[in-house]
């Protein structure tokens, strides 16, 4: 069964400093996503990105996040300057068509702890 | 986008069947309804999708009444692997938009030995 890859599977790092988290999401999809989940709490969405550019964020995607899809393969979350409360898990997720919820896939995640 | 409600948490116990409501009244003509799985420290996993009556894979059945303001997760003979968050959400990409799955508190099953 396809995959979404998620790397590094644990990341720790210190506040102020920049982390990027690493996705290969499943080789026929269009869209792809991060959702985070502070522990404890709800699955939050993220960012959605389709065609190169990103096609809806939430709140919680402010300036100090960006993506990017930068070689055809890989998708990719930046946290520009981590906080504390960035601390959680991060999840990857792409799906075929953007449409009704069916077949999209999610990673195992990335638990991002800043320290 | 229409709001669900589900319990927070179950029980149950090995070889059992479970069955895990979820209440939606303003779901819309095109919404479908979607029910996903989530492991401790994983990542949610897609289980079952309807739009009415009754849907059977391998995993589940979705049970879908015709008035569509609630369906029900059946799960039969769970095992202790079974023991997972349960997430119901509802939802379509309209004309022209693009669905985001949108995650609710979902229902906790402890599945007993």
């Known amino acids: 069964e396809p995959e979404v890859t998620q790397t590094p599977s644990h990341q720790v790092t210190q506040m102020g400093q920049e982390v990027i988290l690493r996705c290969v999401p499943i080789s026929n999809h269009l869209y792809f996503y991060w959702y985070r989940q502070i522990l404890g709490q709800k699955v939050e969405f993220l960012v959605s990105?389709?065609?190169?550019?990103?096609?809806?964020k939430s709140e919680i995607f402010d300036d100090q996040f960006s993506v990017e899809r930068p070689d055809g393969s890989n998708f990719t979350l930046k946290i520009r300057s981590t906080k504390l409360e960035d601390s959680a898990m991060y999840f990857c997720?792409?799906?075929?068509?953007?449409?009704?919820?069916?077949?999209?896939?999610f990673g195992s995640g990335t638990r991002l702890t800043v320290v | 986008l229409a709001k669900t409600t589900q319990p927070i948490s179950m029980d149950s116990y090995e070889g059992q069947e479970v069955n895990i409501t979820c209440s939606h009244n303003?779901?819309?003509?095109?919404?479908?309804i979607t029910w996903y799985q989530q492991f401790p420290s994983q990542g949610p996993r897609f289980i079952i999708q309807?739009?009415?009556t009754k849907v059977t894979n391998e995993v589940a059945s979705l049970f879908i009444p015709a008035d569509r303001k609630s369906s029900t997760l059946s799960l039969p003979r769970v095992s202790l692997s079974d023991t997972a968050v349960y997430y119901c959400l509802v939802g379509d990409g309209g004309s022209g938009g693009s669905y985001i799955p949108t995650f609710g508190r979902g229902t906790s099953l402890i599945v007993h030995p």
């Open positions: 990105f389709y065609n190169n550019e990103i096609s809806e």
């Open positions: 309807g739009y009415k």
């Open positions: 997720a792409s799906s075929e068509d953007a449409g009704s919820g069916y077949g999209y896939t």
């Open positions: 303003n779901i819309a003509t095109n919404d479908y």
